[in-house]
């Protein structure tokens, strides 16, 4: 986000004169500590998962892949953080080859938790689709290793698309293919929504049958989109005002909210694991034992 920031930064001074409307900063310590939280919570899901074999599914794959995402988010901060206090201590060159390399490499952190989170998100959503419309036949057409390829290829492209915008980040196709992803996903999800409903239609009796876990994880990836949407939105129409109305006075007035549309991004990292825990008594158990078991040690 550093490219997002110094461009912030540069065009700034104009727009507070063409806006009344004050710079809104955030303490750096809340940052670090919602990103610290954060980090713990999803590292909580990761190890539930790796250490219950209950849950070693493809559905808690996916989720899995969402934690990392949540948790890249959280660390990308982290880092920013530990970054900006060396420089400040002194033991880092201002603009020097070292600090621009590492700036670059967390940038990239950044725009990989939220590739990571859409396509998470979107094949969490096939999923669903799947328990859902083709109950008998889900645990032939997602076997586990369909889904750890799935999960490979989404992270080795996610990984690739986060570099290359990294190093392409000051041009504006850069720019609207980053904020383009987000829309899309919402596009996705929602015709797969509107589809499930007119399926849902005819197959009323059908899905009637089908176990209760099926549906509950269908309003499970609900709300985590309306939390994603919730926390990214904000953010991503920031980078849009910036980069095509910097001087408009209602534009610049939304990007004095710069640090807090960047709060509910690291918020949102730290709700999902909640969600996750609050919908599967699974998980929930999976917590309370590693909690029971920290506390004997």
Same mark, same amino acid.
């Given at each position: 986000?550093?490219?997002?920031? %110094? ?17 809104? !900063? ?18 909580? !899901?990761?190890? &539930? +998962? *790796? ?48 600090? $621009? ?24 959503? #096939?999923? @669903? ?16 290793? @369909?889904?750890?390829? +799935?999960?490979?290829?989404?992270? +080795? ?7 290359? *915008? #990294? ?7 850069? #720019? ?8 899309? *996903? ?5 015709? =797969?929504? #509107?589809?499930?409903? =007119?399926? /849902? ?18 309003? $499970? ?11 990214? /939105?904000?953010?991503? =129409? ?29 918020? %949102? ?7 996750? &825990?609050?919908?599967?008594?699974? =998980? @929930?158990?999976?917590?309370?034992? *590693? ?7």
């Amino acid at each position: 986000m550093k490219h997002i920031i %110094n461009l912030y930064e540069n065009t700034n001074d104009t727009t507070r004169n063409n806006s009344d409307c004050p710079h809104v !900063v955030l303490p750096e310590e809340i940052f670090f500590t919602i990103s610290i939280i954060g980090v713990l919570e999803n590292l909580m !899901v990761l190890l &539930a +998962v *790796m250490k219950n074999k209950n849950l070693q599914s493809p559905m808690y794959f996916f989720i899995c892949s969402l934690a990392i995402s949540d948790m890249l988010g959280s660390l990308y901060k982290i880092l920013e953080n530990i970054l900006i206090m060396f420089r400040n201590m002194g033991y880092l060159k201002p603009r020097g080859n070292f600090e $621009t390399t590492a700036d670059d490499i967390i940038d990239s952190l950044f725009i990989l938790s939220l590739l990571g989170s859409i396509f998470s998100l979107s094949v969490i959503a #096939v999923d @669903r689709y799947l328990t859902i419309f083709h109950a008998l036949q889900y645990h032939s057409i997602v076997t586990m290793r @369909r889904a750890i390829v +799935v999960l490979m290829v989404i992270w +080795v492209s996610c990984t690739g698309s986060a570099v290359t *915008m #990294v190093i392409f980040s000051h041009h504006i196709p850069t #720019v609207i293919t980053f904020t383009s992803l987000f829309p899309l *996903m919402l596009v996705f999800i929602l015709c =797969l929504y #509107v589809h499930m409903f =007119l399926l /849902a239609r005819s197959h009323a009796r059908k899905i009637l049958t089908l176990p209760r876990a099926n549906m509950k994880g269908a309003i $499970t990836l609900t709300i985590l989109l309306g939390v994603f949407i919730f926390c990214w /939105a904000p953010f991503v =129409l920031h980078i849009l005002l910036m980069t095509f109305c910097p001087n408009n006075p209602y534009c610049a007035c939304y990007m004095s909210l710069f640090q807090v549309n960047g709060m509910l991004i690291m918020c %949102n990292a730290v709700i999902d694991p909640f969600i996750y &825990a609050f919908r599967s008594q699974e =998980l @929930r158990d999976a917590f309370k034992k *590693m909690i029971l078991c920290s506390k004997c040690w």
